[in-house]
């Protein structure tokens, strides 16, 4: 900014920026909390006087993931005054992320060394959204820096309906029941994360697993937990293909019954009642077992015939 403007348009252009921030801020007289207009108040109006880089470098991003690393190196733009400075941290939510070590010394030998601030996620598989971390700088003078850190949530989440259904729930239909019943947990008590749900079936061109992927359900690389009667509990890790890893997690609790797949063990599509079209005792469909974090989960080893009635899994997109 100094650069571009002189002196009187930039301290204008500064004071303007920080009624539009402080606007946004949230009342509050506590200035040691992230959310409070008080906090950003101090910090921002020591960066337009000052220079918001003056004092400390930090470099390695501000994405952390949830069960991630967040790596950061850190060191003085200028050599401390005394025969060392200590510089503390601390983060906004430590239910979701930690700091090791939580202080930095340097010294006038070292300031401009790089020394390494490690954040580590945490699980958070209450919901299913990215969150906004603050981690605060306690500068030797008391002064407070704000370094923001997006966390970049991992869960998808999914859950067991009652035992209702025999084969004939029709493939699409099933997708209707799964997105039905999601809505009817949106306000329960804690709610499920809203979205959209589909049914954890296969069945023909309609959705399959292997040996192509049509209208698959899973996506690759996240948790999904198990939204059972308002707990929460990890079912799978999905690999890089968008499948289940077996052993992951604690499997899918649908009760006794289990749960309609059409799948086999190794994912190609097997008995499916005909295509979810019938409930005869003649015909057959393969079902999971429920809490079988193996691939029993997705597969018993057996069909039942098709007017059994079980669950259904509703996958969250």
């Not at 939510?93 to 030998?109: G, M, W, Y």
């Not at 820096?145 to 997006?150: E, L, N, T, V």
């Not at 004939?168 to 039905?180: G, K, M, P, R, Y």
């Not at 890089?240 to 077996?246: D, E, H, I, Q």
Request: net charge negative; proline share 7%; with cysteine.
């Amino acid at each position: 900014m100094k650069a571009l403007f002189g002196k009187p348009t930039s301290i204008i252009v500064g004071l303007y920026f920080l009624v539009l921030i402080l606007g946004c801020a949230i009342p509050s007289d506590n200035s040691g909390d992230p959310s409070t207009k008080e906090y950003y108040e101090n910090a921002i109006i020591n960066c337009l006087l000052n220079g918001c880089d003056r004092e400390i470098n930090i470099t390695g991003g501000n994405q952390l993931a949830e069960n991630g690393t967040l790596v950061l190196s850190v060191s003085l733009v200028h050599q401390p005054e005394t025969s060392s400075a200590t510089y503390n941290f601390t983060i906004s939510n430590p239910a979701i992320a930690s700091i090791a070590p939580s202080s930095l010394i340097f010294t006038p030998e070292d300031y401009s060394t790089p020394q390494t601030l490690t954040i580590l996620g945490q699980p958070d598989d209450a919901d299913s959204k990215n969150d906004t971390l603050i981690l605060s700088i306690l500068t030797p003078d008391s002064g407070t820096i704000p370094y923001p850190i997006q966390q970049l949530d991992n869960d998808k989440f999914l859950f067991a309906t009652d035992p209702l259904y025999a084969g004939n729930l029709s493939t699409t239909f099933a997708d209707v029941i799964c997105q039905s019943e999601a809505e009817s947990r949106y306000s329960s008590s804690p709610p499920l994360p809203a979205g959209t749900y589909k049914a954890f079936i296969v069945a023909g061109t309609f959705r399959q697993a292997s040996p192509s992927f049509i209208n698959w359900v899973l996506k690759p690389n996240k948790e999904y937990i198990d939204f059972d009667s308002g707990s929460f509990s990890k079912a799978y890790d999905t690999d890089g293909t968008s499948l289940f890893v077996f052993g992951s997690g604690n499997g899918i609790n649908s009760g006794s019954n289990g749960h309609w797949t059409g799948m086999q063990p190794t994912w190609p599509t097997g008995n499916t009642c005909l295509d979810w079209g019938s409930s005869s005792n003649a015909e057959l469909g393969n079902f999971g077992n429920s809490m079988d974090p193996t691939s029993g989960g997705i597969f018993s080893g057996a069909p039942d015939f098709c007017n059994a009635v079980k669950s259904l899994v509703c996958i969250q997109q």
